[in-house]
């Protein structure tokens, strides 16, 4: 099995930064894919970046630019930077992993249990 925990979430003003992390542990050699999603209340949970075990990217046009997924192979760690946030980046940020990167950014194998990002205006 596989957990994951995340940290780092808060309370941020617009235009401000935060540094969200992921723990694995477990089977982690199951996890060639991470990511992180994100749920605002009364929407649907989106894909915010993906990275594969390669350090190949994946990240919807919404946050381009301003935010940076990278992992620690080593620590079995992935982050998520996010900079220059905005009142609607306000959500749940959920972890995500799985075998493959197609995985991750469909129906993902494994999920952490989702830290609180809000953003002011």
């Known amino acids: 099995q596989v957990q994951l925990v995340e940290s780092g979430g808060g309370l941020v003003q617009a235009g401000g930064s935060l540094r969200l992390s992921c723990a694995a542990s477990?089977?982690?050699?199951?996890?060639?894919?991470m990511g992180w999603y994100r749920q605002a209340p009364g929407k649907r949970r989106e894909l915010v970046a993906a990275?594969?075990?390669?350090?190949?990217?994946n990240y919807p046009e919404s946050v381009k630019g301003r935010f940076t997924i990278s992992r620690d192979n080593a620590k079995n760690t992935v982050y998520l930077q996010m900079n220059s946030l905005r009142p609607e980046d306000t959500a749940v940020y959920y972890c995500?992993?799985?075998?493959?990167?197609?995985?991750?950014?469909?129906?993902?194998?494994?999920w952490g249990s989702g830290t609180q990002v809000t953003v002011s205006s």
């Open positions: 995500a992993a799985g075998p493959t990167i197609v995985r991750v950014l469909t129906t993902p194998a494994y």
């Open positions: 477990g089977s982690t050699f199951r996890l060639n894919a």
């Open positions: 990275i594969t075990s390669g350090g190949t990217t």
